[in-house]
């Protein structure tokens, strides 16, 4: 009987055809998991581009970025990275040293300067009202915690524009990152040597507005848009206005 090749990991990019436009690779944040990106990604593969939505660990800023950078690595040709939230903190580490990285796409993102935190900018400017809906710590066997947003205040902080009964399955949902993941110092800014598009909502209530209005002008973003309105998901209750600015980073010359 002959023997059935199993393809896993890398050696299943190499079966991929090539596309001819960039891979879009979504990375999510903390609190959310690959399904947040689900109406972004069916406009993406209806427009023609091959896209992955990467299991964002949520442990460490250096350790996602070097586990999203391996993904990166693996696929060769020419990418888009788009981070949500603490997602953008990865991608920042994550394009570092990937030459097929052609832009960063920073959702109610996070984009730090080598040495900052995720927790140092959100408190840069006021308006971020996550820490009193945040559950007791989990503790966990390495001396670390895990952070999650109770599920009753859950909608309200971080997906207040999406129909409650659907922001309360992604309570359910949602994934925890690490308290140490929030306070970790990022390394070297990617954004320095790669363009950026920024989005986000003006009703953002994990990440102020005003600090991702100031990061977007730091990184002398290419585009920026703010979706009138719009909840920390962004992503969720506006695709196509985020669909649209991740075609336009990628179809950029």
């Known amino acids: ?35 947040s990106w689900d109406g972004v990604a069916k406009i993406l593969r209806k427009d023609g581009y091959h896209v992955i939505a990467a299991a964002n660990p949520l442990r460490s800023v250096k350790g996602d970025g070097q586990y999203i950078g391996s993904l990166v690595e693996a696929l060769k040709d020419p990418v888009v990275l788009v981070g949500h939230s603490y997602g953008g903190s990865v991608i920042t580490e994550a394009a570092n040293g990937h030459a097929n990285v052609k832009a960063l796409v920073y959702v109610a993102a996070f984009s730090p300067e080598t040495g900052e935190s995720a927790v140092e900018l959100s408190g840069k400017f006021p308006g971020s009202t996550l820490g009193p809906t945040l559950s007791p710590p989990v503790p966990l066997a390495d001396g670390g915690k895990d952070l999650y947003i109770l599920q009753d205040k859950f909608p309200a902080q971080f997906a207040a524009d999406v129909p409650v ?28 040597q790669i363009p950026s598009w920024h989005i986000y909502g003006s009703a953002d209530k994990n990440i102020p507005p005003a600090a991702m209005a100031f990061m977007a002008k730091r990184a002398q973003a290419r585009d920026t848009k703010v979706v009138s309105g719009a909840s920390h998901v962004v992503m969720v209750s506006h695709p196509v206005e985020v669909a649209k600015m991740i075609e336009e980073a990628a179809s950029a010359p």
């Open 165 to 192: 009964a659907q922001a309360s399955l992604m309570a359910v949902a949602q994934r925890p990152v690490t308290e140490a993941a929030l306070n970790e110092k990022s390394g070297q800014a990617g954004w320095k």
């Open 1 to 35: 009987m002959a023997a059935a090749a199993i393809l896993t990991g890398t050696a299943a990019f190499a079966q991929m055809k090539k596309p001819d436009k960039p891979y879009i690779v979504l990375v999510h944040g903390a609190f959310a998991d690959a399904t």
